[in-house]
């Protein structure tokens, strides 16, 4: 099967040549692929970041090779991999950063191990650029629509590397969860919906006691930026149905002090 698209989720920036480089690479070997940069500001490291960055993305993404790297394994003995899932294949690192959005394709069919060296670059040096020289190479190659079988030897889907994306928990009187991203705006996603906020009786339009790392503060639940003056403290419906923290017209990263995986509380009444 032969694909028209392939995406790029990196941490790669765009100061250095290295995703410019990982464009080329694809343009020699398909040149007909047309390729979408989802985005290669993942900030370095953060494979959970990049995980849901792509599982974010990857439900209006076309049908195509799906490559996501964030690799602080890069030549190690972890495993590079390309997985069937739905009407796609993702490709990299099995670390966990492809895990969210096989699940979101309905699961892997089927994982093959990237082994065979004949579809991978000569590496000018070292071990440490795999996406130059083993994953983007891949993905063009199936993009071309080479069989799976031909990168390396199958794998058990079962056996990798998943992502615990944490989850929320409610009792009677509040909703305790954290953040799960920032994006560049300083609005900071919660891992809360609006619908467990609902249960606590909560309605839009009321105010939100707003526990973070022990302080407490006011918040909007809302549905816009705009119904509020500048420089409000919102509790807003985000684009993706979730709940974030948000100030109109500022930056609540910023102004609260929040980074991924800062704990909060939400209380009512």
């Not at 765009?14 to 995703?19: H, I, M, R, T, V």
Request: some cysteine; charged content about 20%; aromatic content about 6%.
């Amino acid at each position: 099967m032969r694909y028209e698209y392939i995406t790029l989720t990196t941490d790669y920036g765009l100061n250095d040549e290295f995703a410019g480089v990982c464009h080329g690479v694809i343009a020699q070997i398909a040149p007909g692929a047309r390729v979408i940069d989802i985005t290669h500001g993942i900030e370095p490291f953060d494979v959970r970041g990049g995980g849901l960055t792509l599982v974010r993305a990857i439900q209006y993404m076309p049908a195509g090779v799906h490559v996501a790297i964030v690799d602080p394994g890069v030549g190690t003995d972890r495993r590079a991999i390309a997985v069937e899932a739905g009407p796609s294949v993702m490709v990299g690192p099995d670390n966990g950063i492809l895990s969210p959005a096989v699940a979101m394709l309905g699961g892997a069919t089927r994982c093959v191990e990237l082994t065979n060296e004949d579809y991978q670059l000569p590496r000018a040096g070292g071990q440490t650029f795999a996406g130059r020289d083993l994953f983007v190479p891949a993905a063009a190659q199936i993009a071309l629509g080479t069989p799976l079988e031909e990168f390396g030897d199958e794998v058990d889907p079962h056996t990798l590397v998943p992502m615990l994306v944490p989850l929320c928990s409610v009792d009677a009187k509040s909703v305790a969860g954290e953040i799960l991203w920032i994006d560049r705006f300083g609005n900071a996603q919660l891992n809360i919906s609006p619908g467990e906020l609902e249960m606590l009786g909560a309605s839009v339009g009321e105010q939100v006691e707003v526990e973070i790392e022990g302080a407490a503060i006011g918040a909007a639940f809302s549905n816009t930026y705009a119904d509020h003056e500048d420089g409000v403290i919102l509790l807003i419906v985000d684009s993706y149905g979730m709940l974030s923290l948000s100030v109109n017209r500022g930056r609540a990263s910023d102004i609260l002090g929040l980074r991924s995986a800062t704990k909060v509380r939400l209380k009512t009444g």
